[in-house]
């Protein structure tokens, strides 16, 4: 899950990037409406984390001018103001959330899972892969009734490619999808995470490297 994050306060900002970072997404931040567009026009976002009041404008209006060009992507706006009218505003722009500061950073998670799981293709919350076990909002994975423990960076790779299964899913959607900008990722580092993977998964291996392509899990999953 790869987020944006639009905030003109450095501090906060770091912040929420560290702990949003902690918590598996991978967070690229922009201090102004101006280079969140750019952002936004090169990268593929699961959601918006968007301030109100930026340098340049309002993190509203940014959101309204892409609903009207058909972004579907969810936002959350961060305000400092929490009076109804500017609630009801940040909705009828095409906000799906918001929170008021200061807020807590937990808070912050849940409503970003909560919304990237509503999406078009919803996560579910609970997937099973043959004898693999993953409960998404809660970051487990149990296999063979043994658990695995995984860091978040491993879950979010494991996460995409449990709910693409059957589907090969390539390197370069996999550093689009779980790594940020800060991580400057090689494609190698893609390959150390899948070993990491898939050493603490076991045996017998789930995850198939598809020569030149990327990487599959086979099995075919059930919602319990
Ligand atoms: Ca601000």
């Known amino acids: 899950m790869r987020i944006l994050v639009i905030e003109d306060d450095e501090r906060l900002g770091n912040e929420v990037a560290a ?122 994975v149990v296999r063979a009734g043994i658990l695995r423990s995984l860091t978040a960076k491993e879950f979010g790779v494991l996460e995409l490619l449990a709910t693409r299964a059957g589907t090969v899913v390539s390197r370069s959607e996999l550093i689009e999808c779980c790594w940020d900008e800060m991580a400057e990722p090689a494609s190698n580092v893609v390959d150390a995470v899948i070993a990491q993977l898939r050493r603490k998964l076991g045996a017998p291996p789930v995850i198939e490297t598809v020569r030149g392509t990327g990487f599959v899990i086979g099995h075919q999953p059930f919602a319990p």
């Open 19 to 140: 702990g949003l970072r902690s918590a598996g997404f991978a967070v690229d931040l922009a201090p102004n409406l101006v280079e969140a567009d750019l952002k936004i026009a090169v990268n593929t976002y699961d959601c918006l984390v968007v301030d109100r009041g930026l340098p340049d404008g309002d993190g509203l209006a940014l959101v309204a001018t892409k609903r009207q060009a058909g972004q579907r992507v969810p936002v959350l706006m961060l305000t400092a103001r929490d009076g109804l009218a500017d609630r009801i505003a940040g909705f009828e722009h095409g906000a799906d959330d918001y929170l008021v500061k200061p807020f807590a950073l937990p808070e912050l998670v849940a409503r970003l899972r909560a919304l990237c799981r509503r999406r078009e293709q919803p996560t579910p919350a609970h997937l099973v892969l043959g004898d693999i076990d993953i409960d998404f909002p809660r970051h487990r």
